[in-house]
């Protein structure tokens, strides 16, 4: 079974540094594309991170660029999410999900219960 | 950035009936197209991937359809049941950045 556990969130400050992660389990983590989906409280979802399976390769909107960095471990089974200079319009519930295939052509079909982050 | 525009945004129906969700591309995504369930408090749940694939363990009375250029998609729930009040989201994995629409409230009547 799959499964994709977020930790890491809280409340922080404007302007400070924060660092999600997600552990997975249940497949073979260094073969499939890695995700963040966002989602501010009572609004729609947002993607603001993907890696390829390797870590070569890693994507980020506009809104985002500059300030997250995504990596992962494949030893350790880990995804993580690093958000610097943190807005408040940061503020979400932060998705750890797993794509479809590895490096392109992939959907999000396993997600994580989320990480709330609160930045205020 | 490909703009993923859902209709309607919200919707009332009962058990039983028969419902449809679209969602328009504006451009073409080709059958890169996923639809996701979300319920109150929980993560997305994939239903329908590539236009018409149903994900496993997804029941059969969701399906998914696309007209065309790779613009036009439809999620329709044959017949409703209680578990499927939720709020529904389309997504192209086409193009970077991924976006999704802004969601369809499917609300009991």
């Known amino acids: 079974e799959v499964q994709l556990l977020e930790s890491g969130g809280g409340f922080v400050q404007p302007g400070e540094s924060l660092i999600l992660s997600c552990a997975a389990s249940g497949f073979t983590f260094s073969t499939y594309v890695m995700g963040w989906v966002r989602q501010a409280p009572g609004k729609g979802l947002e993607w603001v991170s993907s890696?390829?399976?390797?870590?070569?390769?890693?994507y980020f909107p506009d809104s985002v660029k500059g300030r997250f960095i995504i990596s992962r471990d494949n030893s350790k089974n880990t995804l993580y999410l690093q958000i610097n200079s943190l807005k408040a319009e940061d503020t979400a519930t932060y998705y750890c999900?797993?794509?479809?295939?590895?490096?392109?052509?992939?959907?999000?079909?396993?997600w994580g219960q989320g990480t709330l982050v609160t930045v205020s | 950035d490909i703009q993923m525009t859902q209709s309607p945004s919200s919707l009332s129906a009962s058990v039983g009936d028969r419902v449809t969700i679209t969602c328009r591309a504006s451009q073409g995504v080709g059958n890169f197209l996923v639809w996701y369930q979300q319920k109150p408090g929980k993560a997305p749940k994939s239903l329908i991937y590539?236009?018409?694939?149903?994900q496993s363990g997804v029941p059969s009375r969701f399906s998914g359809s696309a007209s065309g250029s790779g613009t036009d998609f439809s999620l329709t729930i044959s017949s409703l049941q209680p578990e499927d009040f939720a709020t529904y989201y389309c997504q192209q994995y086409h193009y970077y950045p991924i976006t999704f629409g802004q969601g369809t409230r499917l609300e009991i009547k």
């Open positions: 590539a236009e018409s694939r149903l």
């Open positions: 890696i390829t399976d390797t870590g070569a390769n890693t």
């Open positions: 999900a797993k794509g479809s295939a590895a490096a392109s052509g992939y959907y999000f079909d396993y």
